[in-house]
């Protein structure tokens, strides 16, 4: 199995095969949060990039999720913290969700073969679903508005750890290399290796640094979030 | 001073800001090569980005270096390595140049307000330079293809560690500090750390493995390159 990762959407082109399964990673905290939803019994997500089109389905009836610059925008249910996603709010539920970088990521792979959510909540999850059917897997980091960043990059190599675990892994590019000795450097401490990050910072100053600590904590759902490319869902493969 | 790093030239939009100093880097071999030539007395390096260009040229009589895929162009007098500029050959001349990465990143940052060209044989003279007469600075890596490498970036990390070591620098984003963070990790055995990269793979692949260790040695040269705009051309300062 080939392991690669594109550090930022904008390089996502570069880094793109044929028959890629593709991982959309945004740790803090939109793909932590879209886990934490699905695992908490919504049915399905519906991920869009624009605010204007998230309106339009709150007035049609549905439960929204919108963040925009790490905030709550005011006319949605539920911001883009995990803790937002109860079972009792959710469960039965499709849930619309936009953010300012994840679903922008899910857009840019949006054609890939097999399009899948990755966090740490669901890493182990997620490892032995690609064991089981990928045959090249690129990471795509959904960054900071195409900007490289610290968390998503460290997932990478979080998660090559996982598969080499499980089997032979080929590392697919420098880009993948980095990721994998970034982890090395921060598995023993993730909260303190991110302590001087951008994007830590901007939880710190947005009140949200409680959910850092569940965005860097491995295996706590077990599912693998698919992208159904037809209907343009996200569903849980159980 | 702010340092910041665009690991890649499909990135740089995201990180330049108006009135940067920026570096343009291609360690395996492009800046490496021009540092070169330019300490060996040629007077001015044209920088172009496409071959047919190149061809012209060299057809008006110029002395033309030109390489695609790590491999010298039939028509040219140089391909990329550092030692193909010989006094000799270079002193008093012009040199069209023309390289798979190291080019484009140049066109990529040739409106920055300063560009200078960087890599490990002038990274004193360099890091003296910018402190100077920088107030931001921008590492622009060449990469690969738009693909990040290693070397570009471990580059990034060791001109901050100079610069650091001459006064207060802040990090830019979470690419100044993987580049940081890389160089910290590289720094004992460069050659050793790269073993595994992409483009040393290439470079032995076409029999330039001996390129690579004069590639990483430090301050073997006292010049600063920089793009004139007006012109196009790259010269010493002195």
Redesign the interface.
Known sequence: MIVDIA??P??YP??RQDNDTVIVVDIFRASTTMCRMLHNGATAIIPVAEIEEAKRFKSDGYLVGAERHTRKCDFADFGNSPFDYTPERVAGREVVFTTTNGTMAIREGANAQELLIGSFSNIGALSRYCIEHAERIVVLCAG???????ED?IFGGALLERLSACGKVTIG???A??AQ??WL?AKADPMGFLM????YGRLIANGAEGDATYCLSSDTVEIVPIYNRMDKKIRVSR
Request: charged letters at 25%.
């Open positions: 550090p930022s904008a390089l570069y880094y900071w508005n195409n900007r490289i960043n610290l990059t590019s420098d880009a290399r980095v000795l970034l450097e001087e990050s951008e994007h």
